[in-house]
């Protein structure tokens, strides 16, 4: 960490391409797990359009200090047009959209596409390789599949709740969308695959079905093959490993926090050397990983005294030296200073027509021949309505629909979209 470094501010770059140029993708999705999975696309250059009521996204009511934040965000690089679902008019032109596109996105329960007249069957009878990604809670078979489902449901159900935090207190739900975004990595990866096979493969397009549970349970490993091995039901050990010891949070002497994982014998050996305690190595109960587990609490005990008695940066470059395995436990403050965050860009600042800039994280993958861009910020409600559908339906036939109410153009600067 380094005082007096901030933040890059950097310009948008609407001339970028990007590798999925040409690809265009339909969101219909609410709030955070699509836009998660069609942020990949646009990041890389898919014309993602967002078609939101009239209200627009749900994503847009997650306000912090009256500003848009996580819309801003997850819905960079898209286009937006705002339209009355309920209207038969508005589902015709979503159904005029599809001819030319080649994936749709959608998080409705099951069973909403159907009645609305936009179901996989009658979309792949307008354009046999359309690609539907179709996000739900519990998906679309099995008996909770009409069940109402939401992020905080299937961290609950999936057990990650249930290993989350200390064993003397309540299981811990985490404090971000986890379900959602990890569902939106998926649908990302599995919607790719699909194109390939409709692009390179000259297959049929298809239905990719994501359901929130699903996602999380690809996440927790072997946790149900621990179970029928064993019996056990994993327990919650805050920071602690079931696998791996030394590894936990840290106190330093100025209190901050530091994270330590020693999770191979030689990682461990050299951090009990530098800590002076030589004599763990051959001690029977901190020999081997297996017998550190089984005297956790003394092991904690020992190398937490050591980290107390130095301060968070003494602690650092000590054991980067020893090339030991530790690192800062930062907050949001933190990182706007940190040498790695600025030099590598990992946050960057951009423009925004609302607080001047804004940060956000870049495109997390870093391709040499065929890098994503920022081309744009997150749309107003409607910003590209009549940009995408008066070509589409004709100059008076546009006016007829916008003035009867059934669809949004951007609203003026001062107009709040809710």
Same mark, same amino acid.
């Given at each position: 960490m380094t005082d007096g470094k901030t933040l890059r501010q950097k310009p948008w770059r609407p001339e970028a391409s990007g590798p999925l140029s040409g690809v265009r993708v339909i969101d219909l999705s609410r709030v955070a797990a699509g836009n998660m999975l069609s942020m990949q696309l646009a990041d890389f250059g898919a014309d993602v359009i967002k078609f939101e009521p009239l209200t627009g996204d749900t994503l847009r009511a997650m306000r912090i200090e009256g500003v848009e934040t996580y819309w801003k965000v997850y819905a960079r690089n898209k286009r937006s047009v705002a339209l009355d679902f309920r209207r038969p008019e508005c589902l015709d032109l979503i159904r005029r959209m599809v001819a030319d596109a080649d994936a749709l996105i959608e998080n409705f329960r099951p069973g909403v596409m159907e009645r609305m007249g936009l179901g996989p069957e009658a979309l792949h009878a307008i354009n046999p390789k359309l690609v539907i990604g179709r996000i739900s809670g519990w998906g679309h078979s099995g008996p909770y599949r009409h069940k109402p489902g939401f992020g905080t449901l299937a961290e609950g159900y999936s057990g990650f709740a249930a290993i %989350? &935090?200390? !064993? =003397? #207190?309540?299981?811990?739900?985490?404090? /971000?969308? *986890?379900? =959602? +975004?990890?569902? &939106?990595? @998926? !649908?990302?990866?599995?919607? +790719? $695959?699909? *194109?390939? @096979?409709? #692009? $390179?493969?000259? !297959?049929? !397009?298809?239905? /990719?079905?994501? %359901?929130l549970l699903d996602s999380l349970l690809s996440i927790l490993g072997p946790l149900a093959a621990n179970h029928k091995l064993t019996g056990k039901v994993k327990p919650r050990t805050g920071s602690r490993s079931t696998t791996n010891c030394p590894r936990n949070v840290y106190q330093t002497s100025d209190g901050k926090w530091m994270a330590l994982s020693a999770s191979t014998q030689r990682t461990a050996e050299r951090l009990f050397r530098v800590i002076g305690r030589e004599d763990m190595i051959t001690d029977p109960r901190f020999e081997s990983n297996s017998a550190r587990l089984r005297h956790v609490e003394e092991v904690d005990r020992i190398v937490g005294g050591f980290i107390r008695s130095q301060t968070l940066a003494e602690n650092l470059e000590l054991f980067d030296r020893e090339e030991i395995t530790v690192g800062p436990v930062y907050d949001s403050s933190d990182l706007a200073h940190d040498d790695y965050i600025i030099e590598r860009e990992a946050l960057v600042e951009y423009e925004d027509p609302e607080v001047g800039f804004i940060p956000m994280h870049a495109v997390t993958a870093r391709m040499s021949a065929t890098p994503g861009a920022m081309r744009r910020p997150a749309p107003a409600v409607g910003e590209h309505t009549r940009e995408i559908f008066e070509p589409l339906m004709g100059a008076q036939a546009y006016r007829d629909l916008l003035a009867s109410g059934a669809l949004l153009e951007k609203p003026s600067p001062d107009c709040d979209p809710d």
């Open positions: %989350s &935090g200390f !064993g =003397d #207190r309540e299981p811990l739900l985490p404090a /971000i969308f *986890l379900a =959602d +975004m990890t569902t &939106g990595l @998926h !649908g990302a990866y599995a919607l +790719m $695959v699909a *194109l390939w @096979h409709v #692009r $390179v493969n000259g !297959g049929a !397009g298809q239905v /990719i079905e994501l %359901s």
